[in-house]
């Protein structure tokens, strides 16, 4: 039954349209159980009823048009239930529904399994035996397997608007794919499909004929991709500003260090054809991201398979398909890569949606940078059936609306209005002070780290930089970059922003996120080695490391250091004392440092717990509101299962935030938010209501951020936090914020959710 399983999933996930899904399904399964009758419901939930969609035993004429009221009967009853029925005789049932329009009347044995998607019952799939039967074991698992694959054809159904004939799952305003939001905005356009030319999965294990010949052509093939590389990153030199532009270095970085060419080269002559040698190779660099806890860092494994796949097309000696882009072209793909967004034309690209990735993918980035909104993520979404369709994407709320209603598009089409005039709001506020309305002022600083030049936003708008992720210098390269190559590339941050201050974060890396050259293998990384705890076992990385910051900041003295992933105050007292010996040994060596300020990122519960102890050893504290969150709600934002459940706006995280900041206050240190709550507008009206003392966010949230931040009070901020921390779940804390922002005309900063 396993193989017959397989084989009809297949079918399903062939088929064109629904409508085929389900024909393939009735019909399949009719055989493989041998019963009578297999049919499928669907709930209207605009109706209130469910309607027969498909049958294969019962009377056709009926599909579409027989319906039963809601929670009546038993298929009412398995929706209600969202659990399997197993009946070997319907008719002796309470719940049972005399319905003589289907013909189904003469039939005694009864099936039935929820078709399920995100808690939500969509309907029934049923299957009847005309004599007394009970289905065994295996074939309940069978229909309930079945039916959880059916789920995902519904949902794309309900969002394209092809159960609208007759009968409707949803009104034309709920009909939507669901993703997550990786770049704010909202667009109008048609669907060009971006797909990989070359697979490397579908590479074969082949021995190597010619060595030496199939060297030279690999060499070849990566010089061709090395222009390739090239040329897209300058069509983005005026779409996007330099820290993003400069992700493209990072490719070149790969195709031109040695491990990732040394190695294929490596596999070739050890007897592997040089297609199976790039694939290995390739995969072998992935994996290592795969298996990283950072969000950022994972997603890095697509940009290397992206890669593998351009190096491939060449030596397959495929060429790059001409593709025709609309003037509002919306590019959708299973797994859109930033080569391929750099390939549309900027004045052409309207939107970005994706089926795979996160809001730290490579190519969310870059829309972000680009200001074109980007939904990464979306389940179910059918990318083989899409090319040319009109699409609305919401890169607020993460919706995206296939083949949309009149009245979705008009209304979509005001809110891209209201968009472009509130660009034009935040252009006057360049060059504005960041001041509260009763004069407190709030320094906003710049979350950056993929290199050394800045956005000019960045530069312009920011107060210096809140926190640099000096990981990225590790990342980029096959050894340890030593002091020398350190001290360069942190110079050039401290000279851009002096002087404005500038926090250098320590080495965050570990089993969540190992580099290629210090491999670590443990059960749970993400509750393992990693951060400061593999400074303290290695004071050898962090000594060189600091030593470098030190003495790039000679002439500048704009420099703050901040450990991440603090637990407990004797991690501290043991880091502080490295930091002074790093700064004895350069005295003693006659350089002209001076000590800079030392704070932690406040990220583990433990340390919220000990705020005082900690705030007492240092100059300042950051918040890193990502993980913190994470850790407090048992979360993984990026995990698709639970997402949901992730929410900065939680009464236990603002509490936590609460606690942090009076217990700073204590010994009168001032505390930062430096996570995404620090530029979501909502969010950072209760964080200055706390105190924070100021806000580090991506150049993006900048103007947004200070657009607020001019328009309360300090009076006002607590205020609000006082009626949010009254509440007892996020939702009702959001709902309180989203209406603060329509009295005070701030509405367009945020989308209200819908």
């Given at each position: 039954?396993?193989?017959?399983?397989?084989?009809?999933?297949k079918?399903?996930?062939?088929?064109?349209?629904?409508?085929?899904?389900?024909?393939?399904?009735?019909?399949?399964?009719?055989?493989?159980?041998?019963?009578d009758?297999?049919?499928?419901?669907?709930?209207?939930?605009?109706?209130?009823?469910?309607?027969?969609?498909?049958?294969?035993?019962?009377?056709?004429?009926?599909?579409?048009?027989?319906s039963?009221?809601?929670?009546?009967?038993?298929?009412?009853?398995?929706?209600?239930?969202?659990?399997?029925?197993?009946?070997?005789d319907?008719?002796n049932?309470?719940?049972?529904?005399?319905?003589?329009?289907?013909?189904?009347?003469?039939?005694?044995?009864f099936l039935?399994?929820?078709?399920?998607?995100?808690?939500?019952?969509?309907?029934?799939l049923?299957?009847?035996?005309?004599?007394?039967?009970?289905?065994?074991?295996d074939?309940?698992?069978?229909?309930?397997?079945?039916?959880?694959?059916?789920?995902?054809?519904?949902?794309h159904?309900?969002?394209?608007?092809?159960?609208?004939?007759?009968?409707?799952?949803?009104?034309?305003?709920?009909?939507?794919?669901?993703?997550?939001?990786?770049?704010?905005?909202?667009?109008?356009?048609?669907?060009?499909?971006?797909?990989q030319?070359?697979?490397?999965?579908?590479?074969?294990?082949?021995?190597?004929?010619?060595?030496?010949?199939?060297?030279?052509?690999?060499?070849?093939a990566?010089?061709k991709?090395e222009?390739?590389?090239?040329?897209?990153?300058?069509?983005?030199?005026?779409?996007?500003?330099?820290?993003?532009?400069?992700?493209?270095?990072?490719?070149?970085?790969?195709?031109?260090?040695?491990?990732?060419?040394?190695?294929?080269?490596?596999?070739?002559?050890?007897?592997?054809?040089?297609?199976?040698?790039?694939?290995?190779?390739?995969?072998?660099?992935?994996?290592?991201?795969?298996?990283?806890?950072?969000?950022?860092?994972?997603?890095?494994?697509?940009?290397?398979?992206?890669?593998?796949?351009?190096?491939?097309?060449?030596?397959?000696?495929?060429?790059?398909?001409?593709?025709?882009?609309?003037e509002?072209?919306?590019?959708?793909?299973?797994?859109?890569?930033?080569?391929?967004?750099?390939?549309?034309?900027?004045?052409?690209?309207?939107?970005?949606?994706?089926?795979?990735?996160?809001?730290?993918?490579?190519?969310?980035?870059?829309?972000?940078?680009m200001?074109?909104?980007?939904?990464?993520?979306?389940?179910?979404?059918?990318?083989?059936?899409?090319?040319?369709?009109?699409?609305?994407?919401?890169?607020?709320?993460?919706?995206?609306?296939?083949?949309?209603?009149?009245?979705?598009?008009?209304?979509?089409?005001?809110?891209a209005?209201?968009?472009?005039?509130?660009?034009?709001?935040?252009?006057?506020?360049?060059?504005?002070?960041?001041?509260?309305?009763?004069?407190?002022?709030?320094?906003?600083?710049?979350?950056?780290?993929?290199?050394?030049?800045?956005?000019?936003?960045?530069?312009?708008?920011?107060?210096?930089?809140?926190l640099?992720?000096?990981?990225f210098?590790f990342?980029?390269?096959?050894?340890?970059?030593?002091e020398?190559?350190?001290?360069?590339?942190?110079?050039k941050v401290?000279?851009?922003?002096?002087?404005?201050?500038?926090?250098?974060r320590?080495?965050?890396?570990?089993?969540d996120?190992?580099?290629?050259y210090?491999?670590?293998?443990?059960?749970?990384?993400?509750?393992?080695?990693?951060?400061?705890?593999?400074?303290?076992?290695?004071?050898?990385?962090?000594?060189?490391?600091?030593?470098?910051?030190?003495?790039?900041?000679?002439?500048?003295?704009?420099?703050?250091?901040?450990?991440?992933?603090?637990?407990?105050?004797?991690?501290?007292?043991e880091?502080?004392?490295?930091?002074?010996?790093?700064?004895?040994?350069?005295?003693?060596?006659?350089?002209?440092?001076?000590?800079?300020?030392?704070?932690?990122?406040?990220?583990?519960?433990?340390?919220?717990?000990?705020?005082?102890?900690?705030?007492?050893?240092?100059d300042?504290?950051?918040?890193?509101?990502?993980?913190?969150?994470?850790?407090?709600?048992?979360?993984?934002?990026?995990?698709?299962m639970?997402?949901?459940l992730?929410?900065?706006?939680?009464?236990?995280?603002?509490?936590?935030?609460?606690?942090?900041?009076?217990?700073?206050?204590?010994?009168?240190?001032?505390?930062?938010?430096?996570?995404?709550?620090?530029?979501?507008p909502?969010?950072?009206?209760?964080?200055?209501?706390?105190?924070?003392?100021?806000l580090?966010m991506?150049?993006?949230?900048?103007?947004?951020?200070?657009?607020?931040?001019?328009?309360?009070?300090?009076?006002?901020?607590?205020?609000?936090?006082?009626?949010?921390?009254?509440?007892?779940?996020?939702?009702?804390?959001?709902?309180?914020?989203?209406?603060?922002?329509?009295?005070?005309?701030?509405?367009?900063?945020?989308?209200?959710g819908?």
């Amino acid at each position: 039954m396993l193989e017959t399983l397989h084989r009809i999933v297949k079918k399903v996930n062939r088929a064109p349209d629904l409508g085929e899904a389900l024909t393939i399904i009735v019909e399949q399964v009719k055989q493989a159980i041998d019963a009578d009758v297999c049919s499928v419901y669907l709930t209207d939930f605009k109706q209130r009823c469910h309607v027969l969609r498909a049958t294969k035993g019962l009377r056709p004429e009926a599909v579409g048009k027989v319906s039963l009221p809601l929670h009546r009967g038993l298929i009412g009853l398995v929706c209600e239930r969202a659990e399997p029925l197993n009946l070997d005789d319907a008719t002796n049932h309470p719940h049972y529904l005399r319905v003589s329009a289907t013909g189904e009347t003469h039939y005694h044995g009864f099936l039935g399994a929820p078709i399920i998607q995100n808690r939500k019952v969509l309907g029934v799939l049923v299957v009847r035996q005309q004599e007394p039967r009970q289905f065994d074991d295996d074939e309940v698992t069978f229909l309930f397997t079945l039916a959880a694959q059916l789920a995902g054809a519904i949902t794309h159904a309900r969002a394209s608007g092809e159960l609208d004939s007759g009968h409707t799952t949803n009104g034309g305003a709920d009909r939507f794919l669901r993703g997550r939001p990786s770049a704010s905005g909202v667009a109008i356009g048609s669907v060009v499909v971006a797909y990989q030319q070359a697979d490397l999965e579908a590479v074969p294990d082949r021995p190597v004929e010619d060595p030496e010949e199939e060297i030279a052509a690999f060499r070849a093939a990566v010089a061709k991709v090395e222009v390739e590389l090239k040329r897209l990153q300058a069509n983005l030199d005026k779409r996007l500003p330099a820290e993003d532009r400069a992700l493209f270095d990072a490719l070149l970085l790969m195709l031109g260090g040695d491990t990732l060419i040394s190695q294929t080269i490596e596999r070739i002559q050890q007897g592997e054809w040089v297609q199976t040698a790039l694939h290995h190779t390739t995969e072998v660099h992935a994996k290592i991201f795969d298996d990283m806890e950072d969000v950022y860092l994972r997603e890095r494994a697509s940009d290397i398979r992206d890669l593998g796949r351009r190096i491939l097309m060449h030596l397959q000696s495929d060429k790059p398909r001409e593709v025709i882009y609309p003037e509002q072209t919306i590019l959708v793909g299973e797994d859109v890569s930033a080569t391929q967004l750099a390939e549309v034309p900027r004045e052409r690209l309207a939107g970005i949606v994706s089926a795979t990735g996160t809001g730290s993918s490579h190519v969310a980035i870059l829309a972000r940078g680009m200001g074109v909104p980007a939904v990464m993520g979306v389940k179910d979404l059918p990318v083989n059936r899409v090319e040319g369709r009109e699409v609305i994407i919401d890169g607020y709320h993460g919706r995206v609306y296939l083949s949309p209603t009149g009245s979705v598009r008009n209304e979509y089409q005001r809110l891209a209005k209201e968009e472009r005039e509130l660009s034009r709001e935040l252009d006057r506020l360049r060059g504005q002070p960041a001041e509260m309305t009763d004069g407190v002022k709030v320094p906003l600083y710049l979350n950056t780290g993929l290199v050394s030049e800045m956005s000019s936003l960045g530069i312009a708008e920011s107060e210096g930089i809140g926190l640099y992720r000096t990981e990225f210098l590790f990342m980029a390269r096959d050894r340890f970059p030593g002091e020398t190559t350190q001290t360069a590339a942190y110079g050039k941050v401290l000279e851009t922003f002096a002087p404005r201050p500038v926090t250098l974060r320590t080495l965050d890396i570990g089993g969540d996120k190992p580099l290629p050259y210090f491999p670590v293998e443990e059960p749970n990384p993400f509750l393992g080695w990693r951060g400061i705890r593999i400074s303290l076992d290695h004071p050898e990385i962090f000594l060189t490391q600091i030593r470098a910051m030190l003495k790039a900041a000679i002439g500048t003295d704009n420099l703050q250091i901040m450990l991440p992933m603090i637990s407990s105050v004797t991690e501290v007292d043991e880091l502080l004392l490295l930091i002074q010996r790093a700064h004895d040994e350069l005295e003693d060596e006659g350089a002209a440092v001076t000590m800079p300020k030392v704070g932690v990122m406040i990220e583990v519960p433990a340390a919220v717990y000990q705020i005082e102890e900690i705030a007492r050893r240092v100059d300042f504290l950051s918040v890193g509101s990502n993980d913190l969150t994470q850790y407090l709600l048992a979360v993984d934002r990026n995990n698709p299962m639970v997402a949901e459940l992730y929410n900065e706006m939680h009464p236990s995280v603002l509490r936590a935030l609460v606690q942090i900041v009076k217990g700073a206050a204590v010994y009168n240190r001032p505390v930062s938010v430096c996570g995404e709550m620090a530029g979501d507008p909502l969010a950072s009206v209760l964080l200055l209501g706390m105190g924070v003392d100021s806000l580090s966010m991506s150049a993006a949230s900048l103007l947004k951020v200070k657009w607020v931040v001019r328009s309360f009070s300090r009076s006002r901020a607590r205020h609000l936090l006082k009626a949010a921390l009254r509440l007892e779940d996020a939702g009702k804390v959001r709902e309180l914020m989203e209406n603060a922002f329509e009295d005070m005309g701030l509405s367009g900063l945020v989308r209200p959710g819908k």
